[in-house]
């Protein structure tokens, strides 16, 4: 319950102001690099392999949200994931935004979800709940963290294949 509240309050914080964003420029690189190391005990007890190509991407963001968006794709990715695949992480600058790109080998999202993925409560796996599987906020947040940098996250899905989630925020 507890954790619901934060996720709670922190989107009402992002929804109604974007001031409390500590912008400066930095790199996306840097701040994907930092702390991923701690993810790896989690790929390693799941038998996956995380690869990363950190290209730099300057940006003007708040690298304390930008990791939580981090965080819940990589999370995800590493939840969703089956033994021995894996996860690519990667940064780069393209038509002047700095990207981020988090891709798995899991079970893909069906198509009907896809418009849905961001809506805050939604689960696109039926069978998960509270108990099993968070309340269906981590990419509602990671949306309102992109919105709060003028920037967007997306996905890409293939059922039974793959899933690519990409934040885009501009470069500085």
Same mark, same amino acid.
């Given at each position: 319950?507890?954790? =619901?509240?934060?996720?709670? =309050?922190?989107?009402? =914080?992002?929804?109604?102001? /974007? ?13 994907? +690099? %930092? ?13 996956? &392999?995380?690869? !990363? *190509?950190? !290209? ?7 690298? @304390?949200?930008?990791?939580? &968006? ?15 695949? %894996? ?7 393209? *038509? $002047? ?21 961001? @809506?805050?409560? #939604? +689960?696109?796996?039926?069978? +998960?709940? /509270?108990? !099993? $599987?968070?309340?269906?906020?981590? =990419? ?9 940098? #003028? ?6 899905? @293939? ?14």
């Amino acid at each position: 319950m507890h954790s =619901l509240i934060d996720s709670l =309050l922190e989107l009402s =914080l992002l929804d109604v102001d /974007r001031e409390n964003l500590k912008l400066r420029p930095c790199d996306l690189a840097e701040i994907c +690099r %930092e702390h991923l190391a701690l993810l790896q005990p989690l790929a390693d007890e799941k038998g996956i &392999v995380l690869k !990363t *190509e950190f !290209t730099p991407a300057p940006c003007s963001a708040d690298p @304390e949200r930008i990791s939580q &968006v981090r965080e819940n794709l990589v999370g995800n990715a590493l939840k969703f994931s089956p033994h021995g695949s %894996e996860i690519r992480v990667s940064t780069s600058s393209d *038509e $002047g935004d700095a990207v981020l790109k988090v891709s798995d080998q899991g079970p893909g999202i069906p198509a009907g979800h896809l418009p849905h993925l961001f @809506e805050r409560f #939604y +689960r696109a796996d039926l069978s +998960r709940n /509270r108990a !099993t $599987g968070g309340a269906g906020l981590g =990419l509602a947040i990671c949306r309102s963290i992109a919105d709060a940098h #003028y920037g967007f996250i997306h996905v890409q899905s @293939e059922t039974g294949r793959r899933s690519v989630f990409t934040l885009r925020v501009l470069s500085c």
